[in-house]
C-alpha cells in the first residue's frame, strides 16, 4: 500500500487546511496517525483514529483539528482550523496495524502547512 499526503499550503492565521492522506489500497482493517515535523525537532504525534472510528488528540490541538476517515476512499483526513503559526510543519501520515495476520507500517510522503502572520 501506498499513501499519499495532499491539502497542504500557505495559509494565514486564522485559516482553515484539510490534509488527505489516500491510500492505493484498503485501510479498513488499519488504524490512520498524522504526526507533524519541523525541521530540526522530533516528529510529533497529531491525532490517530481506529479502524473503528475511535479518535486521539495531541492534548494542545484538541478542539482545532478534527481527524476522520472515508473507507469507501481509502483516505485518512485531518482538518485544521484556527490555524496558528506554530501549526507550521510536514504533516505525514502513517497508517498502521494488522493485515490479515501481518504487521503492517505504511508512510506517506509529508505535505507542508505554512501559516504567515
Known amino acids: 500500500v501506498q499513501l499519499q499526503a495532499s491539502g497542504g499550503g500557505l495559509v494565514q492565521v486564522g485559516g482553515s487546511l484539510r490534509l488527505s492522506c489516500t491510500a492505493s489500497?484498503?485501510?479498513?482493517?488499519?488504524?490512520g496517525i498524522w504526526f507533524r515535523q519541523v525541521a530540526g525537532k522530533q516528529r510529533e504525534f497529531v491525532a490517530g483514529i481506529t479502524a473503528g472510528g475511535s479518535t486521539n488528540y495531541e492534548d494542545a490541538l484538541k478542539g482545532r483539528f478534527t481527524i476522520s476517515r472515508d473507507n469507501a476512499k481509502n483516505t485518512v483526513y485531518l482538518q485544521m482550523n484556527n490555524l496558528k503559526v506554530e501549526d507550521t510543519a510536514v504533516y505525514l501520515c502513517?497508517?498502521?496495524?494488522?493485515?490479515?495476520?501481518?504487521?503492517?507500517?505504511?508512510w506517506g510522503k509529508g505535505t507542508q502547512v505554512t501559516v504567515s502572520s
Open positions: 502513517n497508517v498502521a496495524g494488522i493485515s490479515g495476520r501481518n504487521p503492517v507500517d505504511y
Open positions: 489500497g484498503s485501510i479498513n482493517e488499519l488504524n
